[in-house]
């Protein structure tokens, strides 16, 4: 039985449900497709930042990058306890050295999904495109994503060389695709999240009802602190004469904005829960990359509204949008949205050509000889 590892943003000190379900999904997909031994790495606390500048330039972007906003965090301890007994769903590890995993000796080492390849002025985290000294095994990465379309430039020869040595390469976003080739990355292909790779029936099987929901609701994760969103959305609600169903604090952040916003509040919410929450909602409004994954996958009615930082976070949202011919449902005002139609039909005919390009890419890599491109 070949051993496959897959390192992506996986973590155990954090609640971030879109994290915790692609880590599951892709795990359980290659495990029962291939009947291969799959493990979830743990790699947050392996320092392994190559240093592309000088300590000077270094210490000017981190200056210029830092926000300056009093930051009060909450005690999210027990939905981080309830997203780590999910985790426990699927065999995962976690690591402290690079050599820890290459004595470990996957056959395969996969990286993605998520944003795993994050850029930053100043650094560059090599070990999630797999710059890993003796590791002999294939390396492929599975819907990596760099999270905006944008490369510093003093990371870009770093990230060619180490992309060089890949047997295979897919991206989440199709901007990606873009900006890999004009580095000089070519052979990239687009696929699908691996959520999508696990049918809607079989994302049901783990959901868990949330008891305090008696009536129906509009179920709200916003993970931006936009007090006129929720504002809008409050008397879309009030018009639609229905209760709000909110996870206050997402991120662990405190958020003033959801002190008085949501009819229902979901404090410790577990990924199951959050599953079930979407699925049997009226309405839907997010700003995150996976709560709009899974209203599309759940066949709701839901609206993108814009998260309001200085990079451009909306890239992943809007591009999966535009691929399922959907991007009206990308907000940026509350007018008209009950002329809004969702064709399912149409929706699920893209997403199923989608699913066929990923798993032929997968099964390239994870079944064919291989080949170095």
């Known amino acids: 039985m070949k051993k496959v590892g897959i390192i992506s943003e996986l973590t155990l000190s954090n609640a971030n449900y879109g994290n915790r379900l692609q880590a599951y999904a892709l795990n359980v997909y290659i495990s029962n497709k291939y009947k291969y031994d799959v493990t979830s790495l743990i790699t947050d606390k392996i320092n392994y930042k190559k240093r592309t500048l000088n300590l000077l330039r270094r210490a000017f972007y981190k200056i210029k990058d830092f926000s300056y906003k009093k930051i009060k965090y909450c005690d999210i301890s027990d939905r981080i306890e309830n997203c780590n007994k999910f985790t426990n769903l699927i065999k995962n590890k976690e690591y402290y050295t690079i050599n820890d995993i290459v004595n470990e000796n996957y056959d395969i080492l996969i990286v993605g999904s998520d944003v795993v390849w994050a850029q930053f002025h100043g650094g560059l985290n090599e070990l999630k495109f797999l710059n890993i000294p003796k590791y002999q095994g294939t390396k492929i990465s599975y819907a990596a994503s760099f999270g905006k379309n944008w490369?510093?430039?003093?990371?870009?020869?770093?990230?060619?060389?180490?992309?060089?040595?890949?047997?295979?390469?897919?991206?989440?976003?199709?901007?990606?695709?873009?900006?890999?080739?004009?580095?000089?990355?070519?052979?990239?292909?687009?696929?699908?999240?691996?959520?999508?790779?696990?049918?809607?029936?079989?994302?049901?099987?783990?959901?868990?009802?949330?008891?305090?929901?008696?009536?129906?609701?509009?179920?709200?994760?916003?993970?931006?602190?936009?007090?006129?969103?929720?504002?809008?959305?409050?008397?879309?609600?009030?018009?639609?004469?229905?209760?709000?169903?909110?996870?206050?604090?997402?991120?662990?952040?405190?958020?003033?904005?959801?002190?008085?916003?949501?009819?229902?509040?979901?404090?410790?919410?577990?990924p199951q829960e959050w599953l079930w929450l979407i699925d049997n909602a009226e309405y839907v409004f997010t700003d995150s990359f996976h709560g709009t994954i899974f209203s599309s996958i759940f066949e709701k009615k839901f609206f993108v509204v814009k998260r309001k930082y200085s990079t451009n976070i909306n890239i992943r949202m809007t591009d999966y949008l535009k691929y399922i011919n959907q991007f009206d449902k990308f907000i940026s005002d509350f007018e008209d949205l009950d002329q809004k139609v969702w064709d399912y039909g149409s929706i699920n005919e893209k997403l199923s050509e989608f699913k066929k390009i990923s798993i032929n890419y997968l099964n390239k890599y994870l079944i064919t000889e291989l080949r170095k491109i």
């Open 151 to 270: 490369i510093p430039e003093e990371n870009k020869e770093s990230i060619y060389n180490d992309l060089r040595e890949f047997d295979g390469i897919s991206v989440r976003e199709k901007s990606s695709v873009n900006l890999l080739e004009e580095i000089g990355i070519n052979n990239v292909t687009h696929v699908c999240d691996p959520t999508l790779l696990l049918e809607a029936e079989e994302w049901r099987k783990i959901e868990s009802k949330c008891d305090k929901i008696k009536e129906k609701y509009i179920f709200t994760y916003l993970l931006g602190d936009d007090s006129n969103q929720k504002e809008q959305i409050k008397k879309y609600a009030k018009k639609k004469k229905i209760k709000i169903v909110n996870i206050p604090n997402p991120n662990g952040v405190y958020n003033k904005n959801d002190e008085n916003f949501g009819d229902i509040n979901i404090e410790n919410c577990s």
